[in-house]
């Protein structure tokens, strides 16, 4: 029992480069999220998928999107990427809204 | 004014020491309320939830104060492994995944 996965552990990016990030959940959870957690801001909701086949934007959904490719999997994708987009990338899932959510061990993301 | 705002320390206690952190958050319709806890460059684990009529695991107590807009975390008998970031965390409204975040209180436990 993995719990929730991430990859890759680091990237680097050039200004305008696309990518995308993984994550997989093996808890059956129906829930699962994107954060970015950037010094002294805390983390903050990017997207979220409340179930297989829905997603929506959280507090900071500009410059990214997130396909929910089956219960398992959600992924993150920025199209082109910009500086203000260096920050550490955390995936999270959980069996329904409002109950305990469980991380990934995060993705440290440079843009040059 | 953040949606949720912490002291962001840092905490400098002896072992032993009792510590208490607070949490306001700013939307009184909050429904839901947890504290996490995160080691550094790792990934944030659930401390525990914090329920209306506060609660006790071990050594960590939480309390909440819906008048006052507030949520608290007493740790007694601080050991060298409390030492972490504590993070508060609201979920603003009623059966919805979006959580607040506050951005950390850092403690650090020292012999």
């Known amino acids: 029992n993995a719990g929730v996965t991430q990859t890759p552990k680091f990237q680097v990016l050039k200004t305008g480069q696309s990518m995308t990030l993984q994550c997989a959940q093996d808890m059956n959870h129906n829930s699962m999220y994107w954060y970015r957690q950037d010094p002294g801001m805390g983390l903050r909701l990017i997207y979220y998928?409340?179930?297989?086949?829905?997603?929506d934007k959280g507090e900071v959904p500009n410059g990214y999107n997130v396909s929910r490719l089956n219960k398992r999997e959600f992924s993150l994708r920025l199209e082109s990427a910009a500086p203000s987009q260096t920050s550490v990338y955390f995936c999270?899932?959980?069996?329904?809204?409002?109950?305990?959510?469980?991380f990934g061990p995060g993705t440290r993301l440079l843009v040059l | 004014r953040k949606e949720v705002e912490q002291d962001p320390g840092p905490f400098n206690v002896p072992e032993g020491a009792t510590v208490a952190f607070n949490c306001t958050y700013s939307n009184s319709a909050s429904q839901s309320f947890f504290w996490y806890r995160q080691d550094c460059r790792k990934e944030p684990k659930l401390l525990m939830s914090?329920?209306?009529s506060g609660n006790e695991d071990g050594r960590f107590t939480a309390q909440l104060n819906r008048a006052s807009q507030y949520i608290s975390l007493l740790i007694r008998d601080s050991k060298l492994s409390d030492s972490a970031t504590y993070l508060c965390v609201v979920n603003p409204t009623y059966n919805n995944n979006d959580m607040r975040f506050g951005a950390g209180t850092r403690l650090t436990v020292k012999p």
């Open positions: 914090v329920y209306s």
């Open positions: 998928s409340a179930s297989e086949g829905t997603t």
């Open positions: 999270a899932s959980s069996e329904r809204a409002q109950e305990t959510q469980y």
